[in-house]
């Protein structure tokens, strides 16, 4: 570990009040509910209401650290996401008014598919490192969209999470080692014209299990570490399955046998919010940090997580983070289990109805039908302004 700590000094991730249990889609498309419980893992996905969208996403994350920690030193906001709802502003320009930060504050939004949030939160820690009194906000928001009828349907999901990166971090500290590969392939990508993605799900799942293996290849060259020393792992998580699969993948990789305990204590808490929510995109692996956080039963102060970031297209990397003492003081566990448990459940007809909105168009305003409790929403377009609300 380095004298001087740089990373994760608060996490909170948010996640839209609705959701569509699977086992309702899985009886609509004729699919045994064991293709989707256990094949991909997921038993629920969230699904955005027509007044969620990622500024709302990303700022209902990061309100509850702005409460807590106050926007003092914050000089950055870092805003992943591949859901932008402009191609000029950045989203995080509307976060930033909704959390009311200081104007001395640097904004930016990010994209390469899943793994934008992972360059966001590195930029950040290198930030801090040249100016070590400095606090930056990342934030990753995105709304999981694919065809109907898809086979990538059950994969949707939304989410958001906020990560304050500062000097002396007081839940984990951040290697800047890092482990990287990037390929040019299509596996998944979303032209500006289209609202759902497009997927070539089969090689997606391949191209994925390379791109970690070689983003971990390259980091054995950088840094002294062997798959060993971590005690955790953590992974973008498309769907919870997809983790097991290269946890597998990469222990088999380095040789190590992976027993169902080892599973067990190495990675299953940290696919717990996402089998819930669905695919967050740039938000995944860090929900998936966080489950692991408010949900494994061991007090994980000292031990070594293993991050493994993959975005389609592609990017993949690896690198570590360490859990600093008294971190569960920190975490706000509690109302992330009482957010998802207050999520309201929807029928078929109602997701097929949220699913078919058509995008709010200027000089309408955004209904709310289903009475979003939601502290920050999208209220209404005009003169081509987004107008939010909270
Ligand atoms: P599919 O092709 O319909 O599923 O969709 P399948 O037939 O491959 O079945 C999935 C698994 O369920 C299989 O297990 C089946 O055996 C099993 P596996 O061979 O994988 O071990 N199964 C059952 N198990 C128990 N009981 C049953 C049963 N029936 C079957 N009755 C696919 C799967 C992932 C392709 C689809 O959901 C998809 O296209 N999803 C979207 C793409 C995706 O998520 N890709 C993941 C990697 S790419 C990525 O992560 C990046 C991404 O997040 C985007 C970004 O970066 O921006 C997507």
Known sequence: MHATHIGIDQISFYTANFY????????????????????????????????????????????????????ENITGLFFATETGIDQSKSAGVYVHRLLNLNSNCRVVELKQACYS???????????????????????????ARYDLNSAAEPTQGCGAVAMLISQNPRILSIDPQVGNYTEDVMDFWRPNYRKTALVDGKFSTDMYLKAVCHAWQNYQNISPLQWQDFQHFCYHLPFSRMGVKAHRHLCAY???????????????????????????????????????????????????????????????EFFRAVVMPDYRQQLFTQSHQKMLAAREALDYDQYLAMWHYPDPQTGEAVENPLANQARFRLAGIDGHQRRYQG
């Open 20 to 71: 569509l249990d699977l086992a309702i889609l899985a009886k609509r498309n004729q699919i045994d509910i064991g293709k989707y419980h256990f094949g991909i893992g997921q038993e629920k996905m969230s699904v955005a209401p027509h007044d969620e969208d990622v500024v709302t996403l990303g700022a209902n994350a990061a309100l509850p650290i702005i409460e807590k920690t106050g926007k």
């Open 117 to 143: 949030a992972t360059a966001a939160l590195h930029m950040a820690c290198a930030l801090v490192a040249r100016n070590p009194n400095d606090k930056i906000l990342v934030i990753a928001a995105d709304i």
């Open 254 to 316: 380095n040789q190590q046998n992976l027993s169902e305990a080892q599973l067990e204590r190495q990675l299953n808490a940290g696919l717990l919010y996402n089998r819930v929510i669905g695919n967050s995109y740039t938000a995944a692996l860090y929900i998936s940090l966080v489950s692991l956080l408010d949900n494994h039963p061991d007090d994980l102060t000292g031990r070594n997580i293993g991050l493994c970031s993959y975005g389609s297209g592609c990017v993949a």
